[in-house]
């Protein structure tokens, strides 16, 4: 088998911006693994949050060239490849490999049920209140229910208060992005359940949250930075109500899907997020959305463009992938 990557920007279709900073292009690598008349595709970005550069995620690749060359199952992969990113590109790859040498579809080789269309949010990036108003009030004209708010430290009950009074009836994800304190959370949490917000997603830094073990508020609180693989779940589950999955994070879809398995074990609600990516890497994370109890996969519709065999949204839900994109 034989492993090819390329680098890739998308451009936003307006600029992306969360607490840590804003970007106009969503910085991605393709995956390709041939083997013989067959080839199989994944996707992956760039986790800058967690230190990953661009040159990390290319020694990660060239490595795994190795690896993959000597036909190494997807856990060997998993074993050797140090960097998340590449991992996920790679494992989701020959997860579309076996697909087509086996000639079954991923629904039949992880036994996973699958979704026609699933319920997803669509992302309000930080931005002033009038023009998160405007953003909110265009997601809910094209369908969406969940609205996801992006937050820093300021303001966020008035701004909040002030989307929700421009869409009646939406339920809201507040994402601090690790941008509060405890204090913060334990001040704000029952005026923006009243508001609508059913789930507030990483309040506190990574490394910092231990705070939470005394939180009580009314909304429940999700790891997103905090939760980077099974790791780190027996923490979490004292901590967290929920916890976001993302194939770059944890590595692929064979580590996802194990991940929230043993998470709905512990009773934890999931989450399954992404990192900016085409319909090419939200494929695979779709697989595991089925599983769960929120889908932030509006990474597409965020982009510009999209690639050939796009997946689509028809009012505020994402359809299923076709077998011309992915895992089939």
Do not use: H
């Not at 992880?110 to 009030?137: F, H, Q, W, Y």
């Not at 899907?257 to 074990?265: M, S, V, Y």
Request: proline content about 5%.
């Amino acid at each position: 088998m034989e492993l090819i990557f390329a680098y890739q920007e998308w451009p936003y279709a307006e600029t992306f911006k969360i607490s840590r900073g804003a970007s106009v292009t969503s910085q991605l690598f393709v995956a390709y693994v041939k083997d013989g008349p067959f080839l199989g595709r994944g996707e992956c970005g760039l986790l800058p949050q967690y230190g990953q550069t661009r040159d990390d995620v290319i020694e990660a690749f060239r490595l795994a060239q190795e690896v993959v060359r000597e036909k190494a199952p997807r856990e060997a992969v998993q074993a050797t490849i140090a960097n998340s990113s590449a991992r996920n590109a790679i494992d989701c790859a020959l997860w579309d490999l076996e697909c087509k040498t086996a000639k079954r579809d991923i629904w039949d080789l992880t036994g996973v049920e699958r979704k026609a269309s699933l319920d997803v949010d669509l992302t309000i990036s930080v931005n002033p209140t009038g023009k998160m108003c405007e953003d909110a009030i265009r997601a809910a004209a094209q369908g969406y229910r969940m609205l996801k708010l992006k937050a820093d430290r300021d303001d966020v009950l008035e701004r909040v208060s002030a989307i929700a009074s421009s869409v009646p009836g939406a339920s809201f994800v507040v994402d601090a992005n690790e941008a509060w304190d405890f204090r913060t959370l334990t001040e704000i949490a029952a005026p923006l359940a009243e508001l609508g917000v059913v789930l507030i997603e990483q309040p506190l830094p990574y490394g910092a949250d231990d705070a939470l073990a005394s939180y009580a508020g009314p909304v429940p609180v999700c790891a997103d930075e905090s939760c980077r693989d099974i790791a780190d779940l027996d923490r979490l589950a004292g901590l967290y109500q929920a916890i976001n999955i993302k194939l770059d994070k944890v590595g692929g879809l064979t580590p996802a899907l194990e991940l929230a398995r043993a998470a709905k074990g512990r009773g934890l609600k999931l989450m399954v997020g992404c990192s900016g990516p085409t319909s090419l890497g939200a494929a695979p994370a779709y697989v595991v959305g089925t599983l769960a109890d929120f889908l932030d996969l509006d990474g597409p519709a965020l982009l510009l463009d999209d690639r050939a065999a796009a997946m689509t949204y028809t009012a505020g839900r994402l359809n299923s992938f076709e077998a011309a994109l992915w895992g089939a």
